[in-house]
């Protein structure tokens, strides 16, 4: 059984059909990429599989049960979390906070509890925060915790966002244009930092990206997107001479 | 908890008894007159008043417009309660105090469910009207004593009290925003997109942070209505709401401090400058816009004045990583 499944999942804005007909398969432990020209939809499969747009057509299943209808948030705890095209931190408040705030959820005490400072609290809060330290120095932030997020250079800010997006203990992992404005070199670190991710946490990845060499150099399988329709599957060697995906972005007869 | 934690929640035990201390010394010794105590009874109500609106537009990032009007359901509510109830002196005053809380809360939450779907102006005007029906509901039912004013509320209020409650909601709020759900709170306004997508319910944390705020706001209004004893419905209008939320924004929207520091100096503010009648109004006026001039995001920003910071500073060290909330634990102690 596959770890996420979309089966003919469809969305259409009024008249627009921006999806249509979208199958695809996620396995455990394995890195997709999902590419396609500007415009294909492809962030749109991302709000759909977070629950932030509703289908108006099709199922989406997490390990075989169906997410659709749930709230956002609850999506994000049942395992899938995601990060954003245009980097969405809480920029205003700590490296470390950004990163303890998706575990919220996966810790017990009760507000009251917290004012009072009940021992309960002290236990859990120190159990957060070096989860989060941890986390933080896979990504080599552990020295930036205390600085406000919004202080970080941008890619340093990329490196954050899916820090946090790891801290809600994800099965699936969504990145949104994870190397977008990076340099060559980050982007090379970004290929190590994101195969060592799937390696420790043991999770899935579906990354959007327009970087071809990094697509094709950290993705098992592919998944192209044009005009809301899948054109071709396959791995990177079967998509770079597939003629559809060629004529699809160079443009064809 | 190490050394230098225990150390800065002592240090502010004692300052907070030593200026109870001093005030009761010098009411005491007949330096400041009831004028004065008034003055400083209604320092503190405003800092529970500013602090609990801080919670829900400096932290939670919601413009509010009504702050007022749960005030005024408080003070209602809690007169009220002491003028029908008939409990024993002892604990009718905290009981009435309570009511008071609990009723601004149900309010709250009446008002938060539909009202929070909105973000920004659209929820500001909601909840102005919300703030200006309560004001005309009360003119217009009997039992609130209408636009004459209830009046003969027993005068219990005294300056223990309140400079206890406005300890304790300091302490309370500041606690409060550096637990996990405190945190949550923070990041719905930071990005509310992000926080839902980190596994926050954001409706749920905008609901509890509303209620808090109006609860405290609804002790303030009992506590009002104990000192004052006479309750006006014309008090609760649109201007003091926005009086709270100056208070709010010079401070500066996001520090607990910087709430405290604004209520106390504009609630004096227009009482010293009380010789100069007519140009009073305009003096604060002046003052504020300067302040918004010069320092667009209030007199701290989200900067807290910590203890525990300036003892790092003292020692030449960094102070402790993780407790930037000197202002928590010590309180409670007392």
């Known amino acids: 059984m596959p770890l996420l499944e979309a089966k003919h999942l469809g969305i259409a804005f009024g008249g627009l059909r921006a999806l249509e007909d979208v199958n695809f398969q996620l396995e455990e432990n394995q890195i997709m990429g999902l590419i396609g020209p500007n415009g294909a939809g492809k962030t749109t499969v991302f709000n759909l599989l977070t629950q932030v747009y509703q289908p108006t057509e099709g199922t989406i299943e997490l390990e075989g049960k169906s997410i659709i209808g749930k709230k956002t948030y609850d999506v994000t705890r049942g395992g899938i979390a995601r990060t954003f095209q245009n980097i969405r931190l809480f920029k205003d408040i700590s490296v470390l906070d950004n990163v303890r705030i998706a575990m919220n959820y996966q810790m017990k005490y009760s507000a009251l509890a917290g004012i009072l400072r009940l021992p309960s609290y002290w236990k859990e809060e120190r159990a957060m925060t070096e989860r989060a330290m941890d986390l933080l120095s896979v990504f080599n932030l552990q020295d930036l915790a205390e600085s406000k997020a919004r202080n970080l250079p941008y890619g340093q800010q990329r490196k954050l966002e899916i820090a946090r997006a790891l801290a809600a203990s994800p099965k699936v992992l969504l990145l949104d244009e994870p190397a977008a404005g990076m340099n060559p070199t980050e982007t090379h670190e970004l290929m190590e930092s994101i195969q060592l991710i799937r390696d420790r946490f043991s999770i899935s990845i579906l990354l959007i990206e327009h970087d071809m060499s990094f697509v094709m150099g950290i993705c098992q399988r592919l998944v192209v997107l044009d005009y809301g329709r899948i054109i071709a599957k396959g791995s990177a060697e079967e998509i770079r001479t597939n003629p559809k995906v060629i004529a699809a972005y160079l443009g064809g007869e | ?331 409670k102690g007392a």
């Not at chain 2, 002892?90 to 601004?104: C, E, K, R, Y």
């Not at chain 2, 637990?179 to 954001?202: F, L, M």
């Open chain 2, 1 to 331: 908890m190490n050394r230098k934690k225990v150390t800065v929640y002592g240090v502010i035990l004692v300052l907070i008894l030593a200026i109870y201390a001093v005030v009761t010394g010098l009411t005491d010794a007949g330096v400041l007159n009831s004028y004065y105590s008034g003055i400083l009874i209604m320092v503190c109500i405003n800092i529970i008043l500013a602090t609990s609106l801080n919670l829900s537009t400096g932290f939670l990032g919601q413009l509010i417009l009504g702050h007022a009007g749960f005030m005024s359901v408080g003070a209602y509510a809690a007169a009220l309660f002491t003028l029908r109830a008939g409990l024993p002196d002892s604990i009718d005053f905290l009981v009435a105090l309570l009511v008071g809380g609990l009723t601004a809360a149900l309010f709250g939450l009446l008002i938060g469910i539909p009202a929070l779907r909105l973000k920004g102006d659209y929820l500001a005007i909601i909840t102005l009207g919300f703030g200006e029906i309560i004001r005309v509901i009360i003119i217009n039912l009997d039992f609130t004593g209408g636009a004459r004013g209830l009046r003969g509320i027993p005068k219990e209020t005294n300056f223990s009290w309140v400079y206890l409650l406005a300890v304790l909601t300091v302490a309370i709020i500041f606690a409060f925003i550096h637990t996990r759900h405190g945190r949550a709170v923070i990041s719905i306004r930071e990005d509310e997109i992000a926080a839902e997508a980190s596994g926050v319910n954001t409706t749920y944390y905008k609901l509890l942070a509303f209620i808090m705020s109006a609860f405290f706001a609804g002790i303030a209004g009992g506590l009002y209505a104990h000192h004052i004893g006479i309750l006006n419905p014309s008090k609760f209008d649109f201007n003091y709401s926005v009086e709270i939320l100056v208070m709010v924004v010079l401070g500066g929207m996001g520090s607990i401090t910087g709430s405290v520091i604004a209520a106390t100096v504009l609630t004096i503010l227009p009482e010293a400058l009380r010789d100069f009648s007519s140009y009073r109004m305009l003096a604060y006026s002046v003052v504020l816009i300067c302040v918004m001039l010069f320092r667009p995001s209030g007199l701290l920003g989200q900067y807290e004045i910590s203890l525990t910071r300036l003892f790092g500073k003292l020692s030449g060290s960094k102070g402790n990583k993780t407790t930037k909330n000197p202002a928590s634990g010590g309180e």
